[in-house]
């Protein structure tokens, strides 16, 4: 879980509940238009989706790259290779985080938010689910793959392609 990330949904979701209580209690009446038909997925909801999909497959797989290291016996190289995966799936999240928290604070505007909210949770916690169940589909084929990667990564440099001057190593201390 991310440091603070599900405490803040949490205080969120109890503060729509507690509004929604509020406005039931008053008696509001009127029709508001909600966010998107019963079972459907707007735009906004989409790239949430998308974004939800491809942190926990970035999390799931990236553990093929430890297993790639140690296969390897470069287990440094396969760490900078699982750090690479961890900071595009952390730059995803700084995406998916805002959104999530405006589709959240503009419903709770609306009487029929905590439908809504709720419908939009499971859409979530189904690209979740989807994304373990792929990456855990995927993880022998990335295994081989990143095992190739670190491979290749380790490969030093042909002299064709070193630099023309020599590095000269000088013994002792600097003038």
Avoid at 42 to 50: G, N, P
Avoid at 115 to 142: C, H, I, K, Y
Wanted: aromatic letters at 8%; a positive charge; proline letters at 7%.
């Amino acid at each position: 879980m991310r440091p603070g990330g599900g405490r803040c949904a949490a205080e969120l979701y109890a503060l729509m509940v507690r509004r929604m209580r509020r406005l039931r209690q008053t008696k509001v009446t009127g029709s508001f238009p909600r966010s998107h038909a019963e079972g459907s997925m707007d735009r906004q909801l989409a790239i949430v989706f998308a974004l939800t999909f491809l942190i926990n497959l970035i999390g799931s797989l990236a553990y093929s790259v430890r297993i790639a290291g140690v296969r390897t016996g470069r287990i440094a190289l396969s760490f900078s290779l699982f750090n690479i995966l961890v900071l595009v799936s952390r730059t995803a999240n700084t995406f998916q985080t805002p959104l999530l928290a405006k589709r959240i604070e503009h419903g709770l505007h609306v009487p029929s938010a905590v439908e809504d909210a709720l419908g939009d949770f499971r859409w979530l916690l189904f690209a979740a689910s989807l994304a373990t169940v792929v990456g855990a589909v995927l993880t022998p084929t990335f295994q081989r793959l990143f095992t190739r990667a670190v491979e290749a990564f380790a490969q030093p440099l042909a002299p064709e392609a070193s630099s023309s001057r020599p590095v000269s190593r000088r013994p002792g201390p600097p003038p």
